[in-house]
T-cell receptor
Framework: KQEVTQIPAALSVPEGENLVLNCSFT??????LQWFRQDPGKGLTSLLL?????REQTSGRLNASLDKSSGRSTLYIAASQPGDSATYLC?????????FGTGTRLLVSP | DGGITQSPKYLFRKEGQNVTLSCEQN?????MYWYRQDPGQGLRLIYY???????QKGDIAEGYSVSREKKESFPLTVTSAQKNPTAFYLC????????????FGPGTRLTVL
């Protein structure tokens, strides 16, 4: 059974710092990995999708990498801003469904 | 605008009542999903449907039921058999092919009084 773990569970940084969020999964037989952002009381917003054949994807200040063989992904956020404060979730797509981690709650202070 | 809508945003239920949560998408997606989110836990899959008139149980289907009569609609009924229904419910969709991005609705918060 696929299990997804995210470390750290919570992170607090001052504005401007570069930071890395980690995601690990136990079964490397995945179609893709997706990073989401969730604001309190809201739905999930897709940030980046990495196909299983890809190593990384970039969107603006976000960069996500995937090492399928070791079961790891990282989300790199450059020059963090208070507006980046949210919970970040990673999820892996196996056969027909996504399996989610429990998220990293990020707080960026001005 | 293309997207997924869920209604209502907040829902209150008395114990013993069934309630139905609405999910509609205009993305022309084949696959639709229902998740439950509880504090401190990841999203857990309740039911999913890859095609009209077909659906499968997810990891926590007990006490829930769904239908998929139209491609754009996937309502979820929380029955009185669900022992702890208070949670945040999220609907999602994708094109149905495993390589593609999954999109989410804004969610419905259900509270049992």
């Amino acid at each position: 059974k696929q299990e997804v773990t995210q470390i750290p569970a919570a992170l607090s940084v001052p504005e401007g710092e570069n930071l890395v969020l980690n995601c690990s999964f136990t079964d490397s037989a995945i179609y893709n990995l997706q990073w989401f952002r969730q604001d309190p009381g809201k739905g999930l917003t897709s940030l980046l999708l990495i196909q299983s054949s890809q190593r990384e994807q970039t969107s603006g200040r976000l960069n996500a990498s995937l090492d399928k063989s070791s079961g790891r992904s990282t989300l790199y956020i450059a020059a963090s801003q208070p507006g980046d404060s949210a919970t970040y979730l990673c999820a892996v797509m196996g056969f027909q469904k996504l399996v989610f981690g429990t998220g990293t709650r990020l707080l960026v202070s001005p | 605008d293309g997207g997924i809508t869920q209604s209502p945003k907040y829902l209150f239920r008395k114990e013993g009542q069934n309630v139905t949560l609405s999910c509609e998408q205009n993305l022309n997606h084949d696959a639709m999903y229902w998740y439950r989110q509880d504090p401190g836990q990841g999203l857990r899959l309740i039911y999913y449907s890859q095609i009209v008139n077909d659906f499968q149980k997810g990891d926590i289907a007990e006490g829930y039921s769904v239908s998929r009569e139209k491609k754009e609609s996937f309502p979820l009924t929380v029955t009185s058999a669900q022992k702890n229904p208070t949670a945040f419910y999220l609907c999602a969709s994708n094109s149905g092919r495993g390589y593609n991005e999954q999109f989410f609705g804004p969610g419905t918060r259900l509270t049992v009084l």
